[in-house]
């Protein structure tokens, strides 16, 4: 069972998720979500989810491998956070997860009753919207927790403006 949102009680804000990794449209997410954030008083949540099967070595290996991949989702984190800043002035909140992706934004979404909206962009290739559109917006979309806003990845900063 999912926690009751209280993004409308007094006292907290409504924030908007969105997952940060390297894809193009991952960019058209962060705008969408930090504009929309700002326009009604929300929160942008960057998240960034460490793959766990990356580090199955020995252990100094593994603690340089996760140390490593730490460094590069603070980097990536950074970059968004600077960009969701520029588009909207608003200060976003960022956070690290490790493990399945799917099971990190849930476990998101369950700890934090403030999260209302994750916010995904859907990409531009020819084997469709991105693997983690598929996942959410498919089978379970009928059993998310909370709505799932998807921004086309081919619309540019001034027409995410107008819609956010």
Not at 41 to 62: C, K, M, S
Not at 88 to 94: G, V, Y
Not at 102 to 122: G, K
Not at 131 to 153: D, E, R, Y
Request: proline fraction near 5%.
């Amino acid at each position: 069972m999912v926690a009751i949102r209280k993004s409308n009680e007094e006292g907290h804000r409504r924030k908007f998720l969105v997952i940060v990794d390297d894809t193009p449209e991952c960019d058209r997410a962060i705008v969408y979500a930090a504009k929309r954030a700002a326009r009604t008083g929300g929160v942008l949540l960057l998240l960034y989810v460490i793959a766990q099967g990356d580090f199955q070595h020995w252990l100094g290996v593994e603690e340089i491998m996760r140390a490593e991949a730490k460094e590069k989702a603070d980097q990536t984190l950074a970059k968004a956070a600077d960009r969701g800043r520029s588009v909207a002035r608003t200060e976003p909140e960022c956070i690290v997860g490790e493990g399945n992706t799917s099971e990190v934004i849930l476990d998101i979404i369950d700890s934090d009753p403030d999260v209302a909206i994750l916010v995904l962009a859907a990409g531009l290739s020819n084997e469709g919207p991105g693997p983690l559109v598929a996942s959410i917006a498919g089978k379970s979309s009928g059993n998310f927790p909370i709505p799932v806003t998807i921004v086309p990845g081919n619309l540019d900063d001034e027409s995410i403006a107008a819609l956010a």
